[in-house]
């Protein structure tokens, strides 16, 4: 049974720059959630994707977006890297939206420079 | 705003010592109660808690909810060197109305477990 897959696995990225970050999730779950954790610091909850759609968003700026496949994939982009993006990036899936127990990913590590 | 706060932030003990993790919150409309151990990268889930007083038990690992003092604790007995990890304590609320199952963490717990 695949768990939640993420990659690429780190990424160094230059100010300014764009990522793409990507998460497939574990098998039979249609919900993802997107997470970033800074060094030393619990993981913050960016948002939320359910049916294609964005159904709930934590204090983000727009410069985050995301965007679900109908093979429930995901991907998390952000545009204008600062600094202050670098960071671990999680993916975590569940069975559905009102399901609380969610499966975390192996995470990706962004460096901006 | 939600929070959720940890403590303590860091710990160290030798194996076979029993400890307790702590987490206190603060969020409208609690829902549920989760833990999770992040040795490298994934968190991995522990727990998942909504009712008052019920342990949950896996093992060595026990953890039970006060909805009433709004806390958790979590107990690991007879540690051992692979139960070094960071605990990390999430909840879910309902603030807006919607349960899509937001987590809101704590900073985590550094626990260290020496032979």
């Known amino acids: 049974d695949a768990g939640v897959t993420q990659s690429p696995t780190h990424l160094i990225k230059t100010r300014g720059q764009q990522v793409t970050l990507r998460c497939s999730p574990k098998s039979g779950h249609d919900t993802v959630s997107w997470y970033q954790q800074a060094l030393g610091q619990g993981p913050q909850f960016i948002f939320q994707?359910?049916?294609?759609?964005?159904?709930q968003r934590g204090n983000f700026p727009d410069r985050f977006s995301g965007h679900q496949f109908p093979n429930y994939s995901s991907e998390l982009n952000v545009n204008a890297l600062l600094l202050g993006d670098s960071a671990l990036y999680l993916c975590a899936s569940s069975l559905y939206p009102g399901v609380y127990e969610q499966y975390f990913g192996p995470g990706t590590r962004l460096t901006v420079t | 705003e939600d929070k959720v706060v940890q403590s303590p932030l860091s710990l160290v003990v030798h194996e076979g010592d029993t400890v307790t993790l702590n987490c206190s919150y603060e969020v409208t409309n609690f829902r549920s109660l989760l833990w999770y151990k992040q040795e490298k990268k994934a968190p991995t889930f522990l727990f998942m808690l909504t009712s008052s007083g019920i342990e949950k038990k896996s093992g060595r690992l026990s953890s039970i909810l006060d909805k009433k003092e709004l806390f958790s604790i979590l107990n690991i007995t007879a540690t051992q060197t692979g139960d070094s990890a960071v605990y990390l304590c999430?909840?879910?609320?309902?603030?807006?109305?919607?349960?899509?199952?937001?987590?809101?963490f704590g900073q985590g717990t550094i626990l260290t477990v020496h032979p």
């Open positions: 999430a909840v879910v609320a309902n603030a807006g109305g919607t349960s899509y199952g937001k987590l809101t």
């Open positions: 994707y359910y049916e294609e759609e964005e159904r």
